[in-house]
């Protein structure tokens, strides 16, 4: 996976050739006063959305868009109701991405202080199978991930949401749509201006 601004590239061509796959991972949440966007209304009525009182109530999210040369993108994700993700999630995050995707996982995230964490990094180091590698400091233009929730808040703009529940539901199906449609995450791999297959040298 190479990009003019990541410096040195991402070893894809040594994951591939292992038959490994490349996963970009980022945290999000959503709240039960969704996000708004512009919308219809009829000509001369404002459209009026009657907002929860609970407006810090939220849930946390997980996702991984994973590619690997040959095989379609897969989505794998993960929705908390409670509370975010900690250090001490990832490492069974870890071994359930091993897990759905059968063989070697190179995990591409940012420098989240739990990402970083000397118990993400002992458990890493006791892996043959997990490399784990950092995007560049404040770029998140570089992770597909970000485009990912982008659409996914799209799907649940403009509702108020009645109970942490209803929201549940909402995003997962949003989730669920993206997985059902690994197009868009090529899309989304294709808005960062990454690419799964390096460049060929020039001569």
Same mark, same amino acid.
């Given at each position: 996976m190479a990009h003019g601004d990541v410096a040195g590239g991402l070893p894809s061509a040594q994951v591939t050739a292992t038959g490994g796959w490349i996963c970009c991972e980022d945290e999000a949440g959503a709240w039960l006063n969704g996000p708004v966007r512009r919308t219809w209304g009829k000509a001369g009525r404002t459209p009026v959305l009657r907002m929860s009182g609970k407006r810090n109530d939220k849930i946390s999210m997980v996702a991984w868009v994973c590619f690997k040369e040959g095989?379609?993108?897969?989505?794998?994700?993960?929705? /908390?109701?409670?509370?975010?993700?900690? /250090?001490?999630?990832?490492?069974?995050?870890?071994?359930?991405?091993?897990?759905?995707?059968?063989?070697?996982?190179?995990?591409?995230?940012?420098?989240?202080?739990?990402?970083?964490?000397?118990?993400? /990094?002992r458990y890493?180091?006791?892996?043959?199978?997990?490399?784990?590698?950092?995007?560049?400091?404040?770029?998140?233009?570089?992770?597909?991930?970000?485009?990912?929730?982008?659409?996914?808040?799209? /799907?649940? +703009?403009?509702? +108020?949401?009645?109970?942490?529940?209803?929201l549940h539901r909402a995003t997962r199906s949003a989730l669920r749509h993206i997985q059902r449609h690994p197009g868009l995450l090529l899309a989304f791999l294709a808005g960062t201006g990454l690419e799964l297959t390096p460049p060929a040298s020039s001569p």
């Open positions: 095989t379609e993108p897969r989505l794998i994700y993960a929705i /908390k109701s409670s509370g975010g993700y900690t /250090k001490k999630d990832f490492p069974r995050f870890f071994a359930l991405l091993h897990r759905r995707l059968d063989g070697p996982v190179t995990v591409v995230w940012d420098n989240y202080s739990s990402h970083i964490s000397k118990h993400v /990094k890493a180091q006791r892996q043959d199978w997990l490399t784990i590698i950092q995007m560049p400091p404040y770029a998140p233009e570089l992770n597909p991930v970000e485009l990912l929730w982008a659409h996914a808040k799209e /799907k649940i +703009a403009n509702r +108020a949401f009645r109970s942490i529940d209803e």
